[in-house]
T-cell receptor
Framework: SQQGEEDPQALSIQEGENATMNCSYK?????LQWYRQNSGRGLVHLIL?????REKHSGRLRVTLDTSKKSSSLLITASRAADTASYFC????????????FGKGTHLIIQP | KAGVTQTPRYLIKTRGQQVTLSCSPI?????VSWYQQTPGQGLQFLFE???????NKGNFPGRFSGRQFSNSRSEMNVSTLELGDSALYLC????????????FGNGTRLTVT
């Protein structure tokens, strides 16, 4: 079953704008991860935030986690055409065991 | 460091046949996980191997099986293929430690006709 649910399902913005994607989940988690997938290819890990963290940054990425609301957001600042991809949140203990539970993803299109 | 390698990249099989997919993890990674991705169900966890032992399994029928070799390479087998098995099968490796992210291959696109 899908635990993470991303919102919106699709997002189209102009290059240079910021993109925000949200993820909600149902059960308690140890960590939440965000991945990017370019069309027809494998997923690329972007960032992992532990359940005791509230915010994390990596380059143009900012992730927040609110465990009381069971939600997370991914902000991509100053978007580029190369950011066009699907973005997934995933919950789980990480490291492979027990498997990650992925949402259905947000398809982000950056228009030049 | 070389990334996760999956072979073959594309595969077309007929219903009822069986198929074996291969995955070579990043050097030093002892955990290999397999995921199925379809437009309808999204990404679903199949199973995970660590040091040749299956640590966990998702909710898939017994037609889906896997194994891991001593060099950490892994294979996944699907027997008696059904049309619904058409999907992108993704392999991911990690050191296998708590909170370590997954490194995915580019997948094998399986089409069952």
């Amino acid at each position: 079953s899908q635990q993470g649910e991303e919102d919106p399902q699709a997002l189209s913005i102009q290059e240079g704008e910021n993109a925000t994607m949200n993820c909600s989940y149902k059960t308690s988690i140890n960590n939440l991860q965000w991945y990017r997938q370019n069309s027809g290819r494998g997923l690329v890990h972007l960032i992992l935030i532990r359940s005791n963290e509230r915010e994390k940054h990596s380059g143009r990425l900012r992730v927040t986690l609110d465990t009381s609301k069971k939600s997370s957001s991914l902000l991509i600042t100053a978007s580029r055409a190369a950011d066009t991809a699907s973005y997934f949140c995933a919950t789980g203990p990480g490291g492979g065991a027990d498997g990650l539970t992925f949402g259905k993803g947000t398809h982000l299109i950056i228009q030049p | 460091k070389a990334g996760v390698t999956q072979t073959p990249r594309y595969l077309i099989k007929t219903r009822g046949q069986q198929v074996t997919l291969s995955c070579s993890p990043i050097s030093g990674h002892r955990s290999v996980s397999w995921y199925q991705q379809t437009p309808g169900q999204g990404l679903q966890f199949l199973f995970e191997y660590f040091s040749e032992t299956q640590r966990n399994k998702g909710n898939f029928p017994g037609r889906f099986s896997g194994r891991q070799f001593s060099n950490s390479r892994s294979e996944m087998n699907v027997s008696t293929l059904e049309l619904g098995d058409s999907a992108l099968y993704l392999c991911a490796s990690s050191p296998g430690t708590y909170n370590s992210p997954l490194h995915f291959g580019n997948g094998t696109r399986l089409t069952v006709t």
